[in-house]
């Protein structure tokens, strides 16, 4: 929480949010199947997942538009189930679509904003000046949100957000849609909220770049559940120090085998007519990575070389099949 331009923290150790054994049905499909989860304060913690992964289902408990079907999830200590209200009133929000009225200017939808969570007078015009400022949105605030860019209109939403000092702030696709240049402002902003005011920010995104250069920690959803967390770093150094993907011909999964037997090999992962081996120096072991797969039959048409990413990990523990659920 910020009082007079500080962080205040409350709660003690309290992360600022724990799942525990968390679904969501409806009907006979699984949103969510089991999620546990703990997000520490003060950290910027990102959400993966493909599309229908359960992220938005995820941010939609947390932010008490729904209610779970079994298990628990609290925010800062305080369980949305049984306590709506109070989570409301210490968490900030921006939906994936974006909400606004086009009639009301920048500054009106702040002030309304202000006014519903009870914020009034000098005060809430001293916070709609600083997060206007903030934001970049000097000369255009007095405008309708009808002639903004979508990068303005992202920018305001999370003023909107920031308005109340939440101490949990929770954003799904924050940048969906935005250009380079604004994704890299937004960016900015938030890099600064966890130091500047003790802000925890949540959010979900499609962007592998946005997670790496943003998030503390990153968790992974897929079909439901969490398939990995940890460090972005951590993540990446678990799939070995360069990434060698083998295309080819032949007997892949027996090329596996043989490549798992060796020494150097820190991970490998058979996908859709390719093998892809985490090693400790992919140059030097291009050789025998070629000998071994003649050794299993194999007949390979490229060995390609690269630092392993984010992306790498995505795709190593959700697959590379597009989906549509």
Known sequence: MVRNGRAVQSGGDTPAVVARGLTKRYGDVEALRGVDLEVPRGRIFALLGPNGAGKTTFLSILTTLLRPTSGTARVLGIDVATRPDEVRRRIGVT?????????????????????????RGAELRRRIDELVQLVALQEAAGRPTRTYSGGMKRRLELARGLL???????????????????????????RE????????????????????????RV???????????GTPAGLVEGLGADL??????GDLHQLAERLRAEDFVQDVQVTDGQV?????????????IAALAAEAGCSLEELAVHRPSLGDVFLRVTGRRLRDE
């Open 95 to 119: 939906f994936q679509e974006i909400v606004l009225d086009p009639e009301l200017t920048g500054r009106e939808v702040l002030y309304y904003h202000g006014r519903l969570y009870g914020l």
């Open 164 to 190: 109340t000092h939440p101490e949990v702030l929770i954003l799904d696709e924050p940048t969906q849609g935005l250009d380079p240049q604004n994704r890299a402002y937004l960016w900015d902003h938030l």
């Open 193 to 216: 909220l966890p130091r500047r005011f003790g802000t925890t920010v949540l959010l979900s995104t499609h962007y592998m770049e946005e997670a790496e250069r943003l998030a503390d």
């Open 219 to 229: 968790a992974i959803i897929d079909h439901g559940r969490v398939v990995a967390e």
């Open 244 to 249: 060698v993907t083998a295309t080819g011909r």
């Open 276 to 288: 892809q081996i985490g090693v400790d120096h992919g140059g030097r072991r291009l050789p025998r």
